[in-house]
């Protein structure tokens, strides 16, 4: 029996979140990619809190010329977020997703921004 994508990653998603637990010290960055929009948050799980988020809808972050750049900016945005919460450095957790294209350039985008992961 085959499995479906979204059966596959979430299987994947399980597989990695049994390694990856945001810490206060080191909290896990998130990733939820949708067709036309990508979310970020920071999560600490010890206390089951979400510090800080971002996401391509929100109003600080203008439209791109392509969902790449667009997530590349969501990127810079929760990183910004995160220093101003005082948190240096953080898990990176892709939810199943591949690290490639839209999931890829939202992480490059945080590092370039100052967040350690």
Do not use: C, W
């Not at 979204?6 to 049994?18: N, P, T, W």
């Not at 010290?25 to 600490?44: T, W």
């Amino acid at each position: 029996m085959a499995l479906s994508k979204e059966e596959r990653r979430l299987r994947i998603r399980r597989r990695i979140r049994k390694t990856i637990v945001g810490t206060a010290d080191a909290p896990r960055l998130s990733v939820f990619r949708s067709n036309k929009e990508i979310y970020a948050q920071i999560i600490d799980d010890a206390s089951g809190k979400t510090i800080v988020s971002s996401s391509s809808r929100d109003k600080e972050i203008e439209a791109q010329e392509n969902k790449t750049s667009t997530a590349a900016a969501v990127g810079k945005s929760i990183a910004e977020k995160a220093l101003k919460a005082g948190l240096s450095s953080v898990k990176f957790d892709r939810s199943g997703y591949l690290y490639h294209g839209r999931v890829k350039s939202l992480a490059d985008g945080a590092r370039e921004a100052g967040l350690k992961f």
